[in-house]
């Protein structure tokens, strides 16, 4: 019998039945890498979101040749630690920018691909869009109280435990149905609206970077910035220069 697995590897021609099966969906993009961070395979949705006519412009180069400025730099920085540590990334939060300054959110998770001798030749990943709306989810109903009190509290210190509570859940059930629901773990969840609150913030010129951050939950000035950066690959003041350029 053939093995089943030889369908996710790449063809005589060089395609990859896996890439032609994902093209078609909107929310994912999909990719494989080598050893040195370039693009083998990518799917149609993020030949799209570089902005590239054809896979062709996109195969053969890297994040940070395809994706210019912080998010280029923050993938390849990715791509590089999953290759030299030999890990998984898992479900990592991120934002990027659209042209007018909006944040747009997702989970991205990196693999090591590995050879029979099982050393480190590429890696494969893919990055899913989080749904701007979860309220047709069946089990929204369950945690809607939950997603209630984040929203308008998350200007104060807030615990896993305290939310699964208001939902009459465990610590542990809570965190599962928060991810089916919203494909998040409760924090990242709490990051994303502070930082969605953040986002909107920084476009008020009158409002301070350290007045925001303590809107926004965070103790200081500094605690603020390393969570927008290390989400977002830019400081909250990149961000506010950014969104007046495009004014």
Known sequence: MDDPREWLRPAPDGSWPLEALLDSVPDLTFFVKDLQGRYVSVNDTLRKRCGAQHKSEVLGRTAAEVFMGEPGRRFNEQDVQTVREGRELRDVLEMYFGPQGEPIWCLTHKVPLRNIAGAV?????????????????????????????VHTHYGQPLRVPVLAARAGLSDDSFERLMRRVCRMTPQQFLTKVRLDAA??????????????????????????TRKFHSVTGISPQAYRDRVRAVK
Request: proline share 4%; with cysteine.
């Open 199 to 224: 986002v909107n913030l920084l476009r008020d010129p009158e409002r301070s970077i350290s007045d925001i951050a303590h809107a926004c939950g965070y103790s200081d000035h500094s605690a603020f």
């Open 121 to 149: 030749v590429g890696l494969a990943g893919i990055s899913r869009d989080v749904p701007v709306s979860v309220e047709r989810h069946e089990d929204f109903a369950r945690v809607a109280e939950a997603l209630s009190y």
